[in-house]
């Protein structure tokens, strides 16, 4: 089975700087991908970010990219030139790993968690 | 745009009572799921479904069942509520078995006293 650990519970950043939260994970499977989402205090979990585990390039979405680093087992996730509005919940997620000749059904892993909270 | 409902917000209930949480999609996804949300431990998968009267087991089912008799409704029902099913409660949904980036709703927040 996999986990994912984020071990960050609280993050502080001042406004217009970049910031880095953790995440790793054990999967077993090879084709792996990884997720980002963002939660904002209304409680709406929205989809940030995706890199595949075969992707050559990090992925870039805006403000957002991944840091993968295959051999740590991390797929950090930066935030550059952060606003109030990104204070919120951040989780990353894994697919989850079907049991031989079972089938996932797009199911995903979650990891904690990481409460962040931009400074102006 | 992939819209995700939930029929409350905010729900109080008394312990004992049956309690009903409904989500809908409106983008024709196969798949649904209800999971909880406490803090410390993340997003726990309590019931998924893939078709219209399937459903399998998440990491933490019990104290609870699940209904989708219509392909955009999935509905996640607690026979006898318990004070330890206080938590915010979130309907997602995806669009087939080989996709994994999920859709959420807006979460309902259950207290049961």
């Known amino acids: 089975a996999q986990k994912i650990t984020q071990t960050q519970p609280g993050m502080f950043v001042q406004e217009k700087e970049a910031v880095t939260l953790d995440c790793t994970y054990d999967?077993?499977?090879?084709?792996?991908?990884l997720f980002w989402y963002k939660q904002p205090s209304s409680g709406e979990m929205i989809f940030l970010i995706y890199?595949?585990?075969?992707?050559?390039q990090n992925a870039t979405e805006g403000r957002y990219s991944l840091n993968f680093q295959k051999a740590r087992k991390s797929a950090n996730l930066v935030i550059s030139a952060s606003q109030l509005g990104d204070s919120a919940m951040y989780f990353c997620?894994?697919?989850?790993?079907?049991?031989?000749?079972?089938?996932?059904?797009?199911?995903?892993?979650f990891g904690q968690g990481t409460i962040l909270t931009v400074h102006p | 745009d992939v819209k995700v409902t939930q029929s409350s917000r905010y729900l109080v209930k008394r312990t004992g009572e049956k309690v009903f949480l409904e989500c809908v999609q409106d983008m024709d996804h196969e798949n649904m799921f209800w999971y909880r949300q406490d803090p410390g431990l993340g997003l726990r998968l309590i019931y998924f479904s893939y078709d219209v009267k399937m459903k399998e087991k998440g990491d933490i089912p019990e104290g609870y069942s699940v209904s989708r008799e219509k392909k955009e409704r999935f509905s996640l029902i607690l026979e006898s509520a318990s004070t330890n099913q206080t938590s915010m409660y979130l309907c997602?949904?995806?669009?087939?078995?080989?996709?994994?980036?999920?859709?959420f709703g807006p979460g309902t927040r259950l207290t049961v006293t």
């Open positions: 997620a894994v697919p989850h790993s079907p049991s031989p000749g079972g089938t996932s059904y797009g199911k995903l892993t």
């Open positions: 997602a949904s995806s669009a087939d078995r080989g996709t994994y980036e999920q859709y």
């Open positions: 890199q595949g585990s075969y992707d050559q």
């Open positions: 999967t077993s499977d090879p084709s792996y991908g």
